[in-house]
């Protein structure tokens, strides 16, 4: 599904400049449950940023369902971004003046669909992740795991191939983090979703199938773990 | 979901929306209510600036602009007007003869204008010595149907007029002018049939009106005329193409528009308008900076926002969009409010008309004309569409950059903080 050749980014301006990943070989495959761990500063966010493709690498090559992504414009990737990823941010991100079905249906609208199915697959998956009560608050009426559990319910409400996750857990407390990580082993499970987190969360580290360790912008080490589930992706390239 | 969206962010910052709206709708309202007052005043100029012994239009001799002599007259000017008014019946038509004379009454003699008037004509037409101005005696039709009073012609004579002569109703003056003969100067006495007071001092001073028929009798022009006055009920608009028409109809006389005729009329009813304009423009930038600022306060503090809408796959045209509608729907509700207002003020003022005299405490002249104490607030409907037009079209406009702007946001501002 992603392929990473050589990947670099560097961040440069007048006065200095930043090698924040250093030729990055990275495969990954449908239906993994992946975890990119490392210290702050290892380059975690820039790498889900290249494969979410919200950011360019400096060099290399990323091939998305073996399409190299260099090639695509800035609308064909909002366009992949819209109907293939689901993204959610550490800081939630969700909008504001939107309730969350209105948010969980948001990315469903920019794909057309129609307004009948969209608040329907949005009910149902806010009631999947436990919110169906609260589908009419709006993000300020709302815990900080509820609103990421919106996040969550926004990402996957629209059928993506792939979910990217920056520290999702960083601003939940023990029971939320618990209870979003049994609920994103679920759907990887039954939908076979791809997931790719990142985080140093050891709660997180435990429910993955593969971590990938990154530090200084490199890859030191990328493990499977024992618990991936039948049928789930056994392939993963090391470094 | 980008018209929630745009509403709600509206809602998101009420105090910021509704200063701005309460500035659109003060600005767009008061536009309303002075272009109605201005066009009002204008018209106001206008009808009596042409009942001040002009006209819409003025037809005379080719040759009387440059030199307004005897010899310079229209010769048998009922055939022009039946010219004129078999192709525009609507068209009142006033036939006078003027010439510069001295009137005198015992030791006292003033060098003024006389008019030679068809007075049943021009009582309609003409606000100097109507009934309205006559503050003593008669018009020149009362005096005509007065047997008593037949003694002499008529004459009616300004209130200032009458007192630097020291003459009352009932008074004999004497006319003396040069006739088209070039003969020795000619005589005759009049009767002062009435005193009019139009307010303004060049005509209660230096102006008078005699029958036009006495006048002709006097200068031994029979059947002549200095200019044939029209007067119509018609629009600028077709005012000007009737004058255009008539312009090449009589293509021997000098046909001129009011414009032309009384150049210091047209030139204050023109920098009124002006200032007009110029309010607009101002009430224009206040929309336009309001809208601006608004929208640019809005968007500074959204950019994680608009950021995040592009990294979840929203097209920047959407963004864009959402932006755009944010400035349409403050300027549609600040507008229609102000549309509302302004209409109900206008309202107030077209019925009840506005007491110039009451507010400002005097009369005001301008272009050579007294203004009437009350006029009226005139709406011309095309004028104000293009202006909500041009106001929706300007807040699009300013709104445009920073819509773009949005849209063009990288979608990695959604990973940074706000």
């Known amino acids: 599904m992603i392929k990473l050749t050589k990947i670099n980014k560097i961040f440069a301006d007048k006065h200095q400049s930043f090698h924040c990943l250093k030729d990055i070989d990275l495969t990954i495959n449908q239906g993994e449950f992946t975890v990119i761990a490392g210290p702050s500063g290892s380059g975690k966010s820039t790498l889900l940023n290249i494969m979410g493709m919200l950011d360019k690498p400096t060099s290399g090559n990323y091939q998305f369902d073996d399409n190299d992504v260099a090639k695509f414009s800035s609308n064909k990737l909002a366009d992949i971004r819209r109907d293939k990823i689901g993204f959610v941010f550490q800081a939630y991100n969700l909008m504001p003046v939107l309730t969350a079905l209105e948010n969980t249906e948001m990315i469903m609208e920019f794909s057309g669909v129609s307004k009948k199915e969209r608040k329907q697959r949005a009910i149902e998956t806010l009631e999947a992740v436990g919110l169906g009560e609260f589908k009419n608050r709006f993000p300020a009426q709302l815990s900080g795991g509820q609103q ?78 024992e618990n991936v589930t039948a049928g789930q992706p056994q392939a993963a390239m090391s470094s | 979901m980008i018209h929630k969206l745009a509403l709600r962010n509206l809602l998101r910052n009420k105090r910021r929306s509704s200063l701005t709206s309460v500035i659109i709708v003060f600005a ?25 012994g002009l006209g819409h239009i003025i037809v005379q001799h080719d040759s009387y602009s440059d030199d307004p002599a005897l010899q310079h007259l229209i010769a048998k000017p009922e055939q022009v007007i039946e010219q004129i008014t078999q192709q525009y019946p609507t068209l009142t038509a006033v036939t006078r003869l003027r010439v510069d004379a001295l009137i005198q009454a015992g030791r006292h003699g003033v060098a003024l204008t006389i008019s030679g008037v068809q007075p049943n004509k021009e009582n309609q037409v003409s606000a100097i010595a109507d009934q309205k101005a006559i503050i003593a005696g008669q018009t020149l039709p009362q005096f005509s149907q007065d047997q008593q009073m037949q003694r002499l012609g008529g004459i009616v004579i300004g209130e200032t007029l009458a007192k630097n002569l020291e003459v009352r109703i009932g008074d004999t003056v004497t006319i003396t002018a040069k006739p088209a003969s070039g003969a020795d100067l000619a005589r005759s006495a009049f009767m002062v049939a009435g005193i009019f007071k139009t307010g303004l001092h060049e005509i209660d001073t230096f102006w008078a009106e005699v029958p036009l028929t006495s006048l002709q009798t006097l200068l031994e022009v029979p059947n002549s005329a200095s200019q044939i006055a029209l007067y119509s009920q018609a629009n600028p608009e077709t005012l000007a193409a009737i004058t255009q028409q008539l312009t090449t109809a009589l293509s021997d006389y000098d046909v001129q528009p009011w414009q032309t005729a009384a150049p210091e009329l047209y030139s204050a009813v023109t920098l009124d308008a002006a200032g007009m304009y110029l309010l607009m423009l101002i009430v224009y930038v206040v929309v336009a900076v309001g809208i601006l600022n608004t929208v640019l306060m809005s968007t500074f503090r959204r950019q994680k926002e608009f950021g995040m809408m592009i990294a979840l796959g929203s097209r920047a045209s959407t963004v864009s969009k959402v932006v755009l509608l944010e400035a349409v729907y403050l300027s549609a509700f600040s507008l229609s409010i102000g549309l509302a207002l302004g209409l109900w003020g206008h309202y107030h003022f077209a019925t009840e008309g506005l007491n110039f005299k009451e507010v400002f405490g005097t009369a005001m002249e301008a272009g050579g004309v007294l203004l009437p104490e009350k006029f009226y607030s005139i709406l011309d409907t095309s004028k104000l569409t293009l202006s909500v037009l041009f106001v929706f079209l300007l807040t699009i406009i300013v709104t445009l950059i920073p819509a773009i702007r949005a849209g063009h946001r990288s979608p990695l501002a959604a990973t940074q903080d706000a």
Do not use: C, Y
Not at chain 2, 46 to 51: N, Y
């Open chain 1, 148 to 225: 990421q559990r919106v996040a969550v319910a926004r990402a996957i409400a629209a059928k993506p191939l792939l979910v990217i996750a920056d520290e999702p857990t960083a601003n939940l407390d023990s029971q939320s983090t618990e209870s979003l990580l049994d609920l994103m082993v679920s759907l990887n499970e039954k939908l076979g979703i791809t997931f790719i987190f990142s985080s140093h969360d050891p709660r997180v580290i435990e429910r993955a199938h593969r971590v990938i360790h990154l530090q200084d912008g490199k890859v030191m080490r990328d493990e499977q773990l």
């Open chain 2, 28 to 52: 767009f309202s008061m536009m309303i209510l002075f272009m109605g007052l201005s066009d009002g005043g204008h018209k106001a100029m206008i009808d009596i600036g042409v009942r001040m």
